[in-house]
């Protein structure tokens, strides 16, 4: 199972991308952030309203690619999905639920949507647990926000600056000629 901090894994899948049946793997994504989704069911209903989010959405959900995951491999044959996929929305179907179990989403009786925060060098930022409603996307949207500025913070900081991590973590310990 993938923790917060570590790669994910790139498993190629079936998807519908840009109104075209394609095989992808989360690295075909690389260089972008990436929201990787798993609705409780994706329906027409679920799968037009993730595009139509990602279409009005701040622009900071624009430079990332939203990835709503179904497991029912029927969604392939489905008249609907051709035209959300020719949105924003890329539709991955996970007929092995291999996916699912790589980032230890439930299967059996979700109720609520998970949704995955990847940076562009393909780690695992943020999970978070929501209603699939406007209000949990707005939320993803303010979390990929920040996931962004501190990303770009980052990439300016040199890496002998004094705010690195062991700097942080050893400027509260006493030091040894302190007696306490």
């Known amino acids: 199972m993938v923790a917060i901090g570590r790669k994910v894994p790139s498993l190629r899948m079936p998807a519908l991308f840009k109104g075209t049946l394609q095989y992808v793997g989360l690295d075909h994504f690389e260089d972008k952030w990436i929201l990787l989704c798993f609705p409780a069911r994706l329906t027409l209903e679920e799968a037009s309203f993730l595009n139509r989010e990602v279409c009005f959405a701040p622009p900071t959900l624009e430079q990332a690619t939203l990835l709503a995951v179904g497991s029912d491999p ?90 690195s991590r062991q700097g942080v973590r050893y400027a509260n310990r006493p030091s040894k000629r302190c007696k306490a």
């Not at 969604?75 to 179907?93: D, E, F, K, M, R």
């Not at 943020?126 to 990439?155: P, W």
Request: hydrophobic share 35%.
């Open 74 to 163: 029927t969604l392939l044959h489905q008249p609907w999905a051709l035209n959300v996929s020719g949105g924003s929305t890329v539709l991955l179907i996970d007929p092995l639920k291999r996916l699912h179990r790589e980032f230890g989403v439930s299967v059996q009786m979700p109720t609520r949507c998970q949704s995955f925060v990847i940076s562009p060098q393909s780690t695992l930022e943020f999970l978070m647990v929501h209603d699939l409603n406007g209000r949990g996307i707005s939320t993803l949207a303010e979390i990929l926000q920040a996931g962004v500025t501190c990303y770009r913070r980052q990439k300016r900081r040199p890496n002998n600056s004094s705010l």
